[in-house]
Every structure is written in C-alpha cells, then in structure tokens.
C-alpha cells in the first residue's frame, strides 16, 4: 500500500499514533506559551513596575507585583509629563506618513502593475535592487538634502517634511502595491479605459475599493513606524514644541523624573498602536473577493 508522506519531522502516518500526536500538541503548546509570554511579559512588567516607588524598584527583594496599585498615579504622571502635546505632535506626522504613502505609493505600485510606462521594467529591477542598500549609506545624503532642498534651496529642517518624503517614497510599501494589484484582472483597467476613464480615476474609483485590504495593511505598518520613530525627528527636528513621542521618551533619561515615572511614560508610547491595532484588526486581516469581468 502507498502512502502520500508529508514533509516535515512527523508525517500523516505518525500522527495517527497517540504518542506522536501527543508529542506535536506538546510541542506546539511550549512554542506557543513561550512566545506569548515572550511578547507579553515584558509590556506587563514595564506596567506594574511602574506602580512602584523608586525605592521599592531599586529593592531587588521587593517581589514581581508592587505592594499597592494606585490607579491615580496614571493620571498623575501623564499630566506631569505634558504627554498631550506629544501626541498631537506625534498624530501630525504620522497622519501625514500615510497620507503620503497611501496615495505616492498607491500611484506609483499601480503604475508599475496596470500602466506599465516605457522602461518600468527597469524601473521596478532598480527599486527593487535599492532595497539591498543599508539605511545608512543615505542618511547623510538625505540630511543635506534636506537641510538644503535643490534647485528651490530651501530648508526643511524644523518640519515634518522629511519624514514624509520619506514615508511617500518608500520601496518596500510600493512593491508592496504593485504585487496586490498585479492580483487584480488587467480586464477591469481595460474596460474602464473603453469607457473613457482616466488612469487616475481607475485608481480611486476602482483600484481602491479593491484593494482595501492592502490600504490598511500599509497604513497600520506606516502609522506604527511613525509612532515609534526616532532617528530622523531627532535628527531634524530640535524644537521642543515640535517634539514626538519617539524623542520625547528617549529624554526622559535626562529627565528629572524618577524611574517609576518613566516607565509609566513608556506605557503611554505603546498604547496609540495597541488602540489601534484592536479597532482595526478585522479590517487588516480580512481578505476581498475580487470578481471577473464577464464576457
């Protein structure tokens, strides 16, 4: 008798046997556990401990949970630290991050896939070959760039410009739309343009309704990324009023606030992308059932 073996350490067969099969649930479970207490532990940590005083902190017999948990403290260290004006700061670039990168890469990804221009072969084999060049081999490049804009000299220090340049002209999100929309049947495109529509209005009449699921997908990422983002707001941006919450967190090191409070600060730096990521969740990873055009 013939049997169709599996690849991988147990095969069809050894599954139906109690002790293999107990041997992959097992295995399975420590994997599982492990990585959720990977992932969980440090965020629940950073929580509690940051419900302790200074002294209770630097007490190593103090224990894993604090002796009381005053909810108050919350409110207390988010006042004290002017949080606020952070985030707004914060939502300002990144609100602009994906507007750049939803609709410069949205363009160029559908460009590249239904338009297809003389040489965007060429265009997207070097693209694609940028993508191997370290950040940073362009990190000096791109600050005198920005510090003296050519042809319109002109200085973008003290702005978020820089960070949406940057977020707009992203290689990785416009492979990523090119290969989403290389999905969807070239018939839809050609049937629009016998109509009389424009490449611009096949993108936002069609292309993005279609595509939805690749939009929130690369607007989570990018909203992610410019929460967390440091380097280029620190490099280009002194302004305290201009601060976000990447370098605001990274000063509360100099800062005159004690330990406890810090890490309670870095709490408030995780929370926008768990909000997030908890309201949008289903909308990220839902598919799309994309029709064809019938003859």
């Not at 629940?44 to 419900?51: A, D, H």
Request: hydrophobic content about 50%.
């Amino acid at each position: 008798m013939n049997y169709k073996m599996d690849k991988g350490v147990l095969t069809s067969i050894d599954m139906k046997q109690p002790k293999y099969k107990v041997l992959y649930w097992l295995m399975f479970s420590i994997l599982l556990v492990g990585g959720i207490l990977i992932c969980i532990l440090p965020v629940v940590w950073i929580f509690l401990t940051g419900f302790k005083d200074a002294n209770e902190i630097y007490d190593l017999s103090s224990g894993f949970f604090p002796k009381r948990i005053d909810l108050g403290k919350i409110a207390t260290v988010w006042n004290a630290m002017k949080f606020y004006k952070y985030y707004v700061n914060t939502f300002v670039m990144a609100g602009g991050d994906i507007l750049f990168t939803i609709i410069v890469g949205g363009v160029a990804g559908y460009v590249l896939s239904k338009v297809k221009p003389l040489g965007h072969r060429i265009i997207f084999t070097t693209l694609f070959t940028l993508t191997l060049m370290p950040g940073t081999c362009r990190t000096v490049p791109l600050y005198m760039m920005f510090s003296d804009f050519p042809y319109l000299h002109i200085s973008m220090l003290e702005t978020y410009w820089p960070m949406w340049i940057m977020a707009a002209s992203d290689i990785f999100n416009i492979i990523l739309f090119k290969n989403f929309f290389d999905g969807i049947s070239t018939s839809l495109v050609e049937a629009a343009k016998i109509d009389g529509a424009s490449d611009l209005k096949i993108f936002f009449q069609i292309m993005i309704p279609l595509a939805l699921p690749i939009f929130w997908v690369v607007g989570l990422f990018t909203f992610n990324g410019a929460m967390g983002t440091f380097f280029w707001p620190y490099l280009l941006i002194t302004s305290p009023e201009k601060r976000v919450l990447g370098v605001q967190i990274y000063n509360l090191k100099t800062s005159t606030f004690s330990i406890d409070y810090q890490l309670l600060g870095l709490l408030f730096a995780m929370l926008p992308q768990v909000i997030i990521f908890g309201l949008f969740q289903k909308r990220i990873m839902g598919g799309v059932n994309i029709g064809a055009v019938k003859g």
